[in-house]
């Protein structure tokens, strides 16, 4: 997994990928930080981070579409599927060495904290924790949905496209569960991706949606490796 | 040791590989000859734990490979047939990467230096992979596979895109390795596999054709010969005197090469040696023996002769030897011969399973 995890991360900065992807993170946040907070000269963050939602639903498929797309295509999967190692740890690795520059990225939030903390004073901690865990669950369940549609796919563009738009489903989904009712209704809205993100933002830390992100987490890492499994008995 | 028992891949309604099984023993190279398509690839993923075979068995040193494929992966090293290189590293990178990779437990600086010095890539190490030329991206791919010093090597087609002085270096390399390794060595040129292989096994339409040593492949001696002569003499002179040594079966002129010289095409029986009788005739005639050429089967050849039952067109190969050397003479047709032998084999092969069938 070390070995997976290292290549990965190293193969972000060798190309422009993690440049650019950091680099349109950390512009837009500051443009959040600075009109929500510093414009208006409040240390409440709820806005700055209710904004980076949508910002990830576009970027993150772009950090994660190269992760099994590519392989496939330059066959160099072949060497990590007949490498003594499992499945779980490639998938593991990739998706450590993604969610690593995720963190990179959200790292800038520690100088805006700080920021805040030279100009007001004193501020309250409790929501600012909650939005960062709120973020950092949502972020990597971003990636590894991510991840998984890249191995389905050796074309990038598509798993990006596919991520995309199965994140903004998942968005919408709240919006779709009107249009049902019933036990449908219920299972969608549950669905809600962004319901329960924005429960972080307001500073409520529900030990439901922390289970719900860790969930999708856990069954889209599940999901790409049982389809690298299938892979090999099509 | 590699145990394959009643292997068979089914993609769909086509069976790529179709019930096969062989057994490599300790310490031998051998020899996976077929034509694109044959199968070879999908039965060499399946060594490696690529994929999975539809039906059937495959067993590493004992190991089963889809029982415990960590412990049985360990002792191969594949090279694909396209190698796995990830063309944004450098050399040095990436095989500390498939060091780490594959949980190597040996000095780490000292055993990337020995492979690279095995495989000739030491000068390159520290470049791009991206920038290598087609014979070192394929050495580093060879590189890849013996990280690890595995017992197992499992190499398809490893002189594709070569140029002929790196293919003689893979060759000897691969002849060298086979003393201390396991080799699965898959190619469709036939004379790689003769160079290189204690045994062949050749594949054909996911089926073995045949499966012997390369002696016992060459002692088989069957099918028919050609010789292309060009001969200095009146034409029809020579196809009258040419065609009444024993052993001739037909001779033809070609085109006149130069002036007064024609190219005769002349097909023994039964792999009969007519070449000091030939030799002999033209000389008490006061004619020249300006060239004499015995022509090889090449794999097509063969396989025409296993998938068609038909007899093989006898192609030309470069193989043209003085006549008046006949040490080299000898060692031509010798080659030749071994070639016809394979035919032989394999039709003989082909027959025992129609008999079977």
Known sequence: ?234 | MIEVKNLTKQYGQKKAVDNISFTVNDGEILGFLGPNGAGKSTTMNILTGYISATDGQCLINGIDILDDPTTAKKEIGYLPEQPPLYLDMTVKEYLSFIYSLKKCKLPKEAHLEEVCKLVKITEVYNRVIKHLSKGYKQRVGVAQALIGNPKILILDEPTVGLDPKQILDIRNLIKRLGKKHTVILSSHILSEIQATCDRIVIINNGVIVADDTTENLTHNLDGNLSFTARIDGPRDEVLKTVSTINGVDSVKADDEKEPGVYEYEIKVKESADIRRELFKRIASRSWYLLNLKSNELTLEDIFLKITMGMDVTIKSKKNKVSAANSAELHESVDKAVAAASVLGAAVQADEQKGGEE
Do not use: H
Request: net charge positive.
């Open chain 1, 1 to 234: 997994m070390g070995a997976i995890y290292r290549r990965e991360l190293k193969a972000y900065f060798t190309s422009p990928i993690a440049y650019i992807y950091l680099a349109v993170f950390y512009l837009i946040t500051g443009y959040y930080f600075c009109m929500a907070n510093i414009y208006y000269a409040t240390t409440d963050m709820s806005t700055t981070f209710a904004g980076i939602f949508t910002i990830m639903m576009i970027l993150l498929p772009l950090l994660t579409m190269r992760l099994f797309a590519d392989e496939k295509k330059q066959k160099t999967e072949q060497c990590l599927l007949t490498a003594p190692v499992n499945l779980f740890e490639i998938v593991m690795g990739k998706f450590l060495a993604c969610s690593t520059i995720f963190l990179i990225g959200m790292a800038i939030y520690i100088p805006c904290v700080i920021v805040l903390v030279v100009l007001a004073g004193n501020i309250s901690w409790a929501p600012i924790i909650g939005n960062m865990i709120g973020l950092l669950l949502l972020g990597m369940s971003f990636i590894s949905i991510g991840i998984f549609f890249s191995s389905l796919t050796e074309n990038q563009i598509v798993a990006a496209i596919i991520s995309f738009l199965v994140i903004i489903f998942l968005y919408m989904i709240d919006v779709f569960a009107l249009l049902f009712s019933g036990a449908i209704s219920t299972v969608m809205a549950s669905l809600g991706f962004y319901s329960r993100y924005i429960e972080f933002t307001q500073g409520i830390l529900s030990i439901n949606s922390i289970v719900f992100f860790i969930s999708v987490i856990f069954v889209f890492n599940f999901l790409t490796v049982r389809m690298l499994e299938k892979r090999r008995w099509s």
